[in-house]
């Protein structure tokens, strides 16, 4: 893994040698980042790309550099792999049409907005892995993250105090306002963009269902 590691900052940094003796660096923006985590032997040995929803998968880098952005600036803004698009939109001059699911990343970028003006939450889909077919979504609030898995038990984690995810507290009385809200937050994302299909009914029926409960 490590290998990889370097082969790709060589690669990179030999592309921004190139901007730079071409006289294009002061002028271009460049994005850095990737389409997954990987496990890594985390979790008691799992090592994957995908089939999960742990941080080690769903965390994943970005780094822009471009005019306008303060060198090593940072921010712990809720971002999406569905903002690139309109970022890249914006920062080209044309319009963001407004059927998309991202939002630009230009006022983070630029400093025209606080992290406290981003988004509070956001969600994330997954279908499985290979052989394996589960319908999953997450959901981000704050600092918490709630997982729900088609046929398995949902997750609650408190993202600042259990970074490794270690300690679902789904079923922690202390924490069942949190459970509660948070399963409604994805219910709500799930009606407002129509994931509603045969695929995912199951899911939406253990999420009612917990609602009721609680």
């Known amino acids: 893994a490590y290998e990889h590691y370097e082969y790709i900052e060589k690669a990179v940094n030999r592309f921004l040698d190139r901007l730079e003796a071409l006289g294009l660096s002061d002028n271009a923006f460049v994005f850095c980042t990737a389409d997954h985590g ?3 032997g985390s979790h008691g040995g799992m090592v994957d790309k995908a ?3 742990m941080e080690e998968l769903m965390h994943i880098p970005l ?3 471009g005019p306008g952005i303060g060198a090593g600036t940072s921010t712990d803004a809720l971002v999406s792999n569905l903002d690139l698009v309109p970022t890249v ?3 080209a001059g044309a319009g963001v049409p407004e059927y998309m699911d991202g939002m630009s990343l230009v006022p983070l970028l630029t400093g025209a907005a606080g992290d406290s003006a981003w988004r509070e939450d956001f969600m ?3 279908y499985g892995h290979f052989e394996v077919y ?3 979504r997450a959901l981000y609030c704050r600092k918490y993250k709630f997982v ?3 046929g398995a038990f949902h997750e609650l984690y408190d993202l600042h105090a259990d970074p490794f995810e270690l300690n679902n507290v789904a079923d922690d009385p202390a924490f069942k306002p949190t459970a509660a ?3 409604r937050r994805l219910l709500d994302y799930m009606k407002r963009f129509d994931d509603n299909g045969d695929d995912v009914q199951p899911l939406i029926r253990s999420l009612a269902d917990a609602r009721t409960r609680s």
């Open 63 to 65: 780094v822009i550099r």
């Open 51 to 53: 089939g999960d929803m």
């Open 38 to 40: 990987d496990s890594l």
């Open 134 to 136: 589960a319908a999953q």
């Open 124 to 126: 994330a889909e997954h």
């Open 89 to 91: 939109l914006e920062l």
């Open 181 to 183: 809200e948070m399963r």
């Open 148 to 150: 729900a898995t088609e």
